[in-house]
């Protein structure tokens, strides 16, 4: 079982440029997660989806989209990017939404945006 | 307001001491709280878990956290440190649609 699979690994890309992070689980989980990490900050949520078909906004959702067309797919979006952007992002998911459920992480997306 | 905050952003300990990383949440319910542990360049990985059950929990490798209402307090600990638990630490607030992190404890481990 892959468990969360993120794509691509790395990436440099330059500013103003759209970009698609890739996720996907093998779990069967219903609510999925984007976050990102920066030094000091900590992981930081952008957007998370409780169920395939609904999403919502975390705590810095500003410059991003997703969408949950399915259960297994969670894709996020920059459509124009910004060096403030460089990060490293986490899709994270859990078998229920709400405050009782593990989150599974994938190894993550380095993305650098110049 | 929910939130969590890891009182120390760098802990250094020698192999074979005990390990405190501490952890205050502010929640105005009664909270979910977990532990996860980052290696470098990897995903999280869950550590152990409080959910209102009983308020000594014991998670893997020998870590364990006491929640106390009283403190808002959620430490982990770990009777002696091994060198491969040099890692960063999150402490985590779940919540339903609040899913809070804190800022991370990085954790050296000297010989």
């Known amino acids: 079982i892959a468990g969360i699979t993120q794509a691509p690994t790395s990436q440099i890309l330059a500013a103003g440029r759209r970009m698609t992070l890739r996720c996907t689980q093998d779990?069967?989980?219903?609510?999925m997660y984007w976050y990102r990490q920066d030094l000091g900050l900590g992981l930081r949520l952008i957007h998370y989806?409780?169920?395939?078909?609904?999403?919502g906004k975390g705590e810095v959702p500003d410059g991003y989209s997703v969408s949950r067309a399915n259960t297994d797919d969670f894709p996020l979006t920059l459509a124009s990017a910004v060096p403030s952007q460089t990060s490293v992002y986490f899709c994270?998911?859990?078998?229920?939404?709400?405050?009782?459920?593990?989150?599974?992480f994938g190894e993550g997306s380095r993305l650098t945006v110049l | 307001a929910q939130s969590v905050t890891q009182l120390d952003s760098h802990v250094s300990v020698s192999e074979g001491t005990p390990v405190l990383l501490r952890c205050n949440y502010s929640s105005s319910y009664s909270p979910s709280l977990f532990w996860y542990v980052q290696h470098p360049n990897k995903g999280l990985q869950l550590l152990l878990k409080y959910t209102s059950a009983a308020t000594l929990v014991k998670g893997i490798n020998g870590f364990e956290a006491e929640f106390k209402k009283s403190e808002t307090s959620f430490h982990l600990t770990k009777p002696s440190a091994h060198m491969s638990d040099a890692a960063e630490y999150f402490c985590?607030?779940?919540?339903?649609?609040?899913?809070?992190f804190g800022a991370g404890t990085r954790l050296a481990v000297h010989p």
């Open positions: 994270a998911s859990s078998e229920l939404a709400g405050n009782t459920g593990e989150l599974f």
């Open positions: 985590f607030s779940g919540g339903y649609n609040k899913l809070i």
């Open positions: 779990m069967r989980h219903n609510a």
């Open positions: 989806s409780n169920t395939a078909g609904t999403t």
